[in-house]
């Protein structure tokens, strides 16, 4: 009896030192917290800080986690907390999945940001001044705001990330049904530490080029045309280290710039299949190349070095295409001629005709220069024949492309025009 | 008192205070199903806070929060599984018996909608991730173009509509506003306070809209085609009468018509006042034909049609603006003044020199016409005097601009500079 009484009294004892030491901690680690979270909220929210405004402190947080109990159900206030972390362990806790977590805090991120941006929002915003240009809309009008902007929702991305360990905009465009990378075989394959470097990589240089655009104010100077240009070398760089020549080239004909850019212009009118798409992207990326300067050396290539190179692409072009096939594409750079392609298909005209229109072009130019260089020709003569080469060249298109086709089509071409000029 | 009731309290002492310990221990400790949270910085929590504090609603966890009856408590779902639905509904009406705040209702319900209609948008935009070879203009302005436009609206209206039904409200409406997003359809009639009235317009003007865009789709549009288009905005007004009074139907016409676009545009760097707008409207709206450029560039009669009215507009907006406004304007409206505006702005210099260096070019194309007509002088002598009007020129566009700016500004605007007089030819090396 004595010697339990003795085990009793020094369990007490160990306890009491045990309460001690715990409560200590507690109260110093509070004090932290709040000192923390003082310092913080005036860095995060310099002046807005509604609460400091009013000369309050802030409510003492609540942190406290609770485990779901059976027997009374979920009971959302005791999920609430004040502590993302708590918060979190919470709705794990109930069983809550893990993309219904990352959309509940989303939206409290999305709220508190924007709370954050409201005193920064031009008071005109949202209200439409229809007697004002959409061109200088708030974007050029505003560079602040959305510099802000920008920042702010680099922040979010962060907290996010840290918060529940995901990728903000993956896991958005995932769970909102807009994501495209989850449905493409290329993403698909890559190693999710390479599909997270990628997207770091990704956001880091939009960022840089989005502060050149805003810079800029809607008027890019050669200054910021180098700037983009020297980001998207540097971008390439930092996406060779992390993916193999070919997943760089299979990244590259899904996002690039100069490529979409080449499919809208280009490319207009001139159907590809994917195989073809991708002869052609990989001679226009190595065609860009060809302009920039060494990563290393920081030396450009000489003209000769230049063309050199440029024949051995439209080769290797040829080679890919077929020798009919890559006439056409030649072809199809060709602005005019892709009017004229544009004109057949609206007037349902066979697109061989729009080829015949183009072919044209030399031989009448030929003969006009004949004329104009006939010395034995005095200036009327000269003027009466080169009338008379444009008003049959005018009454040969017309009748390809019809009198409506033709007009369309002497607004863009001006080779038709100055023959007998 | 007796050892047994000594060892009595000192047990009940042992379990008191091990209760205790074991309380602090667990307030003190995270839970293990976070154990990445060690690395949250503090600040995390302040965010938690804030976020709380901005919502309209009382929080759940304040203490001012209603008591729950004892019935609500026995219905309350046992866990996640149960609050799980794929009926709108039933997940609502889960998650309320839960005690969830109304606000996070409202973003699990949004990001559920958006989830269901994300996939089929995506598609009808044209958005294929595996057929990355057929993103360029022709995918977006294909013959189905105008059908799928039709598809992606009926499915946006629908989405709205179901939002609206199970929550009231359509919280991603509410967010573009709150983005200061004002949707190009809506703002056209912001004159309207009634939605009833609001959504018949919309229909209307999407369905003129639509039809529009047929004509459009291809890259060229001639008389004709210009022809239609007016038409259409007619039968467009004239449909809108049956839903706006005369001063309502004026109210859109100055917002949504081709010539208020029209205007906007030109007026991209000349600042006007409201009225004034309207103003000028009125006058381009009573010429709209004539002022456009004929589809023929060499249908002289139409050239002619246009300067004519361009003349007699232009004596009326002159009348309007007083004289120096009206120098602006017509300022305004050449393309190179407007770069250089831009430009100046970029380098935020003031408007000034860019008004300058315009002045400079104004009078240096003069001279340069003066001396061009002048049949006194000999080839040489026209030469000379150009090529010194060039260089004086040059000189006081940098004065104004700096040498890096000058040197920017010719590389990509400097034409005018080059047509003065031409380039000396560069030395051979």
């Not at chain 1, 947080?61 to 979190?88: F, L, M, P």
């Not at chain 2, 317009?201 to 809209?209: P, S």
Request: net charge negative; proline share 3%.
């Amino acid at each position: 009896m004595k010697k339990l009484l003795f085990i009793s009294l020094l369990a007490n004892l160990v306890l009491v030192a045990i309460l001690e030491s715990g409560l200590r901690k507690r109260q110093t680690q509070e004090r932290a917290e709040e000192l923390s979270a003082e310092s913080i909220e005036e860095a995060v929210f310099p002046g807005v800080s509604p609460v400091a405004a009013a000369g309050q402190r802030a409510k003492p947080a609540h942190t406290e986690t609770v485990n779901s109990d059976q027997n009374e159900g979920v009971d959302w206030r005791r999920i609430e907390s004040d502590d993302y972390k708590a918060y979190i362990a919470n709705l794990r806790a109930i069983g809550c999945p893990e993309d219904t977590i990352a959309v509940i805090i989303a939206a409290d991120l999305n709220k508190l940001y924007r709370s954050k941006l409201a005193h920064l929002r031009p008071p005109e915003d949202g209200r439409f001044k229809y007697w004002q240009s959409d061109m200088r809309s708030h974007w050029t009008r505003n560079p602040e705001y959305h510099r802000a902007m920008q920042e702010a929702f680099k922040e979010q991305r962060e907290l996010f990330k840290e918060l529940l360990g995901m990728d903000y905009m993956r896991t958005m465009s995932r769970i909102s049904g807009w994501g495209w990378e989850e449905e493409d075989s290329f993403y698909k394959s890559l190693a999710e530490g390479k599909r997270e470097q990628l997207s770091e990589v990704t956001m880091k240089f939009q960022e840089l080029s989005s502060e050149i655009h805003l810079k800029a104010r809607g008027y890019m100077d050669e200054d910021d045309q180098k700037a983009l240009r020297k980001i998207e070398e540097e971008k390439e760089a930092a996406l060779a280290k992390i993916l193999s020549p070919e997943e760089l080239f299979e990244y590259q004909v899904r996002t690039s710039d100069t490529l979409r850019s080449m499919q809208w212009n280009e490319l207009q009118g001139f159907e590809v299949n994917e195989e073809e798409y991708r002869a052609i992207a990989r001679a226009k990326l190595a065609e860009q190349k060809l302009g920039s300067t060494h990563s290393e050396t920081g030396e450009k290539l000489s003209s000769e070095e230049r063309s050199k190179r440029r024949k051995e692409i439209d080769e290797a072009l040829r080679a890919a295409l077929g020798e009919e096939r890559f006439a056409e594409f030649q072809l199809n750079q060709n602005y005019e001629y892709r009017q004229a392609v544009e004109i057949t298909q609206k007037l349902n005209l066979d697109r061989v005709v729009a080829r015949q229109v183009y072919d044209m072009r030399g031989d009448v130019q030929k003969a006009a220069n004949k004329v104009r260089s006939d010395s034995s020709l005095s200036t009327e003569e000269r003027k009466e024949k080169l009338l008379a080469i444009q008003a049959e060249t005018e009454r040969t298109i017309t009748g390809m492309l019809g009198e409506k086709g033709f007009k369309a089509y002497k607004r863009h071409a001006w080779w038709v025009r100055e023959l007998s000029r | 008192m007796k050892p047994n009731n000594f060892l009595l309290l000192s047990l009940a002492l042992n379990l008191g205070l091990g209760a205790v310990a074991i309380y602090i221990y667990r307030a003190a400790v995270p839970p293990s199903s976070l154990s990445t949270s060690e690395e949250i910085k503090p600040s995390v929590q302040v965010f938690r806070q804030r976020a709380r504090q901005l919502r309209p609603e009382p929080l759940s966890g304040d203490a001012a929060a209603p008591a729950l009856s004892d019935a609500a408590v026995a219905d309350r779902p046992k866990d996640w599984s149960e609050i799980e639905s794929s009926d709108y509904a039933t997940f609502i009406a889960n998650l309320r018996a839960a005690g969830c705040p109304e606000e996070t209702i409202r973003d699990l319900v949004t990001a559920r909608v958006n989830q269901a209609y994300g996939s089929q948008l995506r598609e009808l935009r044209g958005w294929n991730p595996n057929r990355y070879w057929e993103m360029g203009r022709s995918r977006y302005m294909d013959k189905d173009y105008a059908e799928r436009q039709r598809k992606i609206r009926a499915l946006e209206k629908e989405k709205s509509e179901l939002l609206i039904s199970l929550l009231g409200v359509d919280p991603n409406e509410q967010m573009k506003r709150d983005h200061g997003q004002v949707d190009y359809h809506t703002r056209n009639f912001d004159f309207l306070t009634d939605n009833d009235r609001k959504e018949k317009v919309r229909d209307i003007q999407e369905k003129y809209t639509a039809l529009e865009q047929e004509i459009q789709r291809t890259g060229f549009y001639d008389d004709e085609d210009r022809a239609k288009l007016r038409e259409l905005y007619r039968q467009r007004l004239e449909e809108l009468s049956g839903i706006l009074n005369p001063q309502e139907l004026q109210e859109y016409d100055v917002r949504a018509s081709g010539v208020a676009s029209q205007l906007r545009h030109d007026l991209e760097v000349f600042d006007v006042s409201e009225e004034e707008f309207r103003r000028m409207f009125a006058v381009r709206k009573a010429r709209e034909e004539d002022l456009q450029y004929p589809s023929d560039p060499d249908d002289k009669a139409g050239l002619e049609r246009r300067k004519k009215a361009v003349e007699e507009a232009d004596a009326q907006l002159r009348q309007m603006l007083g004289d120096e406004r009206f120098a602006q304007y017509k300022r305004s409206q050449d393309y190179d003044y407007r770069q250089l505006v831009k430009m100046t702005e970029r380098w935020e210099l003031p408007r000034e020199r860019a008004d300058t260096v315009y002045s400079l070019k104004e009078d240096a194309e003069e001279a340069v016409k003066e001396v061009r007509n002048n049949k006194e002088l000999s080839a040489e002598q026209r030469e000379e005097t150009l090529r010194k009007i060039r260089e004086e020129t040059e000189s006081a566009v940098t004065e104004v601009l700096g040498a890096d700016g000058f040197r920017k500004y010719t590389n990509r605007q400097g034409w005018w500079l080059r047509n003065l007089s031409p380039d000396k030819p560069k030395p051979r090396t």
